[in-house]
T-cell receptor, first 116, second 116 residues
Framework: GAGVSQTPSNKVTEKGKYVELRCDPI?????LYWYRQSLGQGPEFLIY????????DSGLPNDRFFAVRPEGSVSTLKIQRTERGDSAVYLC??????????????FGPGTRLTVL | AQKVTQAQTEISVVEKEDVTLDCVYE???????LFWYKQPPSGELVFLIR??????QNEISGRYSWNFQKSTSSFNFTITASQVVDSAVYFC?????????????FGQGTRLTINP
């Protein structure tokens, strides 16, 4: 079946602009996660959703970052007033449930964001 | 706080050699999960293994094997008879079992290059 998909695959924007990154999870997966991977680093947790609600947003770096999942499926990560330091690959993952053993996370290919 | 350390930034070996990737972790949890992921050049994280901290048995899957030693907080990964297709960045990760089960904490990754 289809895996996690993310659009766009690449996004180049200018400092100060607003961007939206989209994630389509695996069908039937109730949990959805966002991570950020800077060059040469491991992914860092940003936020996760159980259904429509953000269950843990402790990894969001500041209030310029916001994510939604209005219908419990597709999620959008929104970044306001982008800064050069926001440049990274943004990874999305989904899992069948949040509780082990069904919480194995399946990752998408990521969106590479470049802020000029 | 949880932390994963992969001290080897890059490893380069010749095809058919055995190679071990080191992973050391820190956690205050008494139960936790450990993971290994592979990230090929395409960028998508591929799940390799998950181990529960209760289970210290070593595991073998084809050319891959994992050595979990709770006494030294290590979860090392060995590839036997390496192949060029094994070239990728490999990440070790840690999560809670109940609290924090949804948040993967990754190491910085080890870039493995297998030369023909």
């Amino acid at each position: 079946g289809a895996g996690v998909s993310q659009t766009p695959s690449n996004k180049v924007t200018e400092k100060g602009k607003y961007v939206e990154l989209r994630c389509d999870p695996i069908s039937g997966h109730t949990a959805l996660y966002w991570y950020r991977q800077s060059l040469g680093q491991g992914p860092e947790f940003l936020i996760y959703f159980q259904g429509t609600g953000a269950a843990d947003d402790s990894g969001l770096p500041n209030d310029r970052f916001f994510a939604v999942r209005p219908e419990g499926s597709v999620s959008t990560l929104k970044i306001q007033r982008t800064e050069r330091g926001d440049s990274a690959v943004y990874l999305c993952a989904s899992s069948l449930d949040i509780a082990p053993p069904a919480n194995e996370q399946f990752f998408g290919p990521g969106t590479r964001l470049t802020v000029l | 706080a949880q932390k994963v350390t992969q001290a080897q930034t890059e490893i380069s070996v010749v095809e058919k050699e055995d190679v071990t990737l080191d992973c050391v972790y820190e956690t205050r949890d008494t139960t936790y999960y450990l993971f290994w992921y592979k990230q090929p050049p395409s960028g998508e994280l591929v799940f390799l293994i998950r181990r529960n901290s209760f289970d210290e048995q070593n595991e073998i899957s084809g050319r891959y094997s994992w050595n979990f030693q709770k006494s030294t907080s290590s979860f090392n990964f060995t590839i036997t008879a390496s192949q060029v297709v094994d070239s990728a960045v490999y990440f070790c990760a840690l999560s809670g079992v109940i609290q924090g089960a949804q948040k993967l904490v990754f190491g910085q990754g080890t870039r493995l290059t297998i030369n023909p």
